[in-house]
C-alpha cells in the first residue's frame, strides 16, 4: 500500500518562497509518478507539477510554469517542490499523490485519476 505524507507549508509574503517535501513509502513498481496538486477554497483541485521515477521527465501546469521546480531523491523516496516568485493566487492546500507503474513511464499526468496515495495535505498561504 502506497502512502505519502507532505510537509513544508506556510505562510510567506508575495514574492517569497516555500518548499514543500513529500515522502513515500510502499512505491516497489517498475516506475511510478509523484505529483502535486492544489485546491483552494471554492475551487477545483488543479494538478501543479508531477515527475517520473525513471526517466524524470515532469509537466507543469502553465500557472506555474517558470515559478515552481519538482524534484524526487529516490533514494530517499521524497519529493520536493520548490516555490518561487510566490502569488496570492497560490494560495491553497497542497496534495502530494503518487502511482506505481509496471511498465517505464515517458509521461506523467496532471490529472487525479491515476493517483491512488494522497496526502492529507498541507497548507500555502500567500499574503499580498
Known amino acids: 500500500q502506497v502512502q505519502v505524507v507532505e510537509s513544508g507549508g506556510g505562510l510567506v509574503q508575495t514574492g517569497g518562497s516555500l518548499r514543500l517535501s513529500c515522502t513515500a513509502s510502499?512505491?516497489?513498481?517498475?516506475?511510478?509518478?509523484m505529483g502535486w496538486f492544489r485546491q483552494a477554497p471554492g475551487k477545483e483541485r488543479e494538478g501543479v507539477s508531477c515527475i517520473t521515477r525513471r526517466l524524470r521527465k515532469e509537466d507543469y501546469a502553465d500557472s506555474v510554469k517558470g515559478r515552481f521546480t519538482i524534484s524526487r531523491d529516490n533514494a530517499k523516496n521524497t519529493l520536493y517542490l520548490e516555490m518561487n516568485n510566490l502569488k496570492p493566487e497560490d494560495t491553497a492546500t497542497y496534495y502530494c499523490a503518487a502511482f506505481g507503474s509496471q511498465w517505464k513511464l515517458i509521461t506523467c499526468p496532471l490529472t487525479g485519476a491515476p493517483y491512488n496515495a494522497w496526502g492529507q495535505g498541507t497548507q500555502v498561504t500567500v499574503s499580498s
Open positions: 510502499g512505491l516497489t513498481f517498475d516506475d511510478d509518478v
